[in-house]
Nanobody, 115 residues
Framework: QVQLVESGGGLVQAGGSLRLSCAAS????????MGWYRQAPGKQRDLVAY???????KYGDSVKGRFTISRDNAKNTVYLQMNSLRPEDTAVYYC?????????WGQGTQVTVSS
């Protein structure tokens, strides 16, 4: 069993910044990929960004150039630095990890960007 605990969400004005963290714990042998998805009310859950164990990254088109994902493998923790936030970034952000063919999800953290 793998547990993912997110932190760092909150309310911020447009143009501001937030940093999300996600710490993985439990039966961790080798987490291949960690990342973030988000889901706004009435919309599907979309990829924000992910990073693999080698440092390779992928970003959703809407966050490229504004968000940066990073990872501390020793701490099994992934970070999402979000800059130049927009009202359309408002959503619940979910941490995600992929390991041994299984996907694991955090409980989600709310990010609200006011205009």
């Amino acid at each position: 069993q793998v547990q993912l605990v997110e932190s760092g969400g909150g309310l911020v004005q447009a143009g501001g910044s937030l940093r999300l963290s996600c710490a993985a714990s439990g039966s961790i042998s080798s987490i291949h990929v960690m990342g973030w998805y988000r889901q706004a009310p009435g919309k599907q859950r979309d990829l924000v960004a992910y990073i693999n164990s080698g440092g390779g990254t992928k970003y959703g088109d809407s966050v490229k150039g504004r968000f940066t994902i990073s990872r501390d493998n020793a701490k099994n923790t992934v970070y999402l630095q979000m800059n130049s936030l927009r009202p359309e970034d408002t959503a619940v952000y979910y941490c995600w990890a992929h390991m041994s063919g299984n996907s694991y999800w955090g409980q989600g953290t709310q990010v609200t960007v006011s205009s």
